[in-house]
């Protein structure tokens, strides 16, 4: 499956975004869905996954109450609708997709990205 991810962009400190990443390829119910994150300098890291049907969610506690992931299989869409953004949200973003079911906070969990989209937050 391919991955494009966008709705990227510069914002200001308490400001809202919403990532889109599109699929294609394989039908994209088969897949759980993730978003990770890569600030410069570090690890990529977890911010959020849904499952296939989109039931069942989870959100980093670094994001918990301030992001929301959502799926439309209609559409071959997930999205990441991120508010209250702070300047340590700045990062770029990767979308992913796994046909694991479990340990979907790991990276190596995952089969297929995006190439990412930079969300930069401003204080």
């Known amino acids: 499956v391919q991955l494009q991810a966008s709705g990227g962009g510069l914002v200001q400190a308490g400001g809202s975004l919403r990532l889109s990443c599109e699929a294609s390829?394989?039908?994209?119910?088969?897949?759980?869905m993730g978003w990770f994150r890569q600030a410069p300098g570090k690890e990529r890291e977890f911010v959020a996954r849904?499952?296939?049907?989109?039931?069942?969610?989870y959100v980093a506690d670094s994001a918990k109450g301030r992001f929301t992931i959502s799926r439309d299989n209609a559409k071959n869409m997930v999205y990441l609708q991120m508010s209250s953004l702070k300047p340590e949200d700045t990062a770029v973003y990767y979308c992913?997709?796994?046909?694991?079911?479990?340990?979907?906070?790991?990276?190596?969990?995952?089969?297929?990205w995006g190439q990412g989209t930079l969300v930069t937050v401003s204080s």
């Open positions: 992913a997709a796994a046909q694991l079911e479990f340990g979907l906070q790991a990276r190596d969990r995952y089969d297929y």
């Open positions: 849904i499952s296939r049907n989109g039931i069942r969610t």
């Open positions: 390829g394989r039908p994209f119910s088969m897949y759980n």
